[in-house]
């Protein structure tokens, strides 16, 4: 199983940018789909990016299309999520996952492995 742990959380302004990064721990990352996903106070956890295991394909929900952008360094187990042009609505504690399949899915189900959440807080 592989083991996560993400970091890059914080407090940021509206209209800054994060970069939230994922080390991965395994043998199997390179061949693993990864996956970001968020959870609001009062809100249910909701995909936000994923990847394939070669990096070739990504899809993103429609909300951060434009501003955010997940990539991955298979040499160093690492996945990460840049956010750009932040808004208030992006405030959530971030989780990273790592898929069952080497192809995307944006399905939670589909995600065998959870890091433990960074916190991301986008002041107005």
């Known amino acids: 199983q592989v083991q996560l742990v993400e970091s890059g959380g914080g407090l940021v302004q509206a209209g800054g940018s994060l970069r939230l990064s994922c080390a991965a721990s395994g043998r199997t990352f390179s061949r693993t789909g990864m996956g970001w996903f968020r959870q609001a106070p009062g809100k249910e956890r909701e995909f936000v990016a994923t990847i394939s295991w070669n990096g070739l394909t990504t899809y993103y929900i429609d909300s951060v299309k434009g501003r955010f952008t997940i990539s991955r360094d298979n040499a160093k187990n690492t996945v990460y999520l840049q956010m750009n042009s932040l808004k208030p609505e992006d405030t959530a504690v971030y989780f990273c996952?790592?898929?069952?399949?080497?192809?995307?899915?944006?399905?939670?189900?589909?995600?065998?492995?959870w890091g433990q959440g960074t916190q991301v807080t986008v002041s107005s």
């Open positions: 996952a790592a898929s069952k399949y080497s192809i995307i899915t944006t399905m939670p189900e589909d995600f065998g492995s």
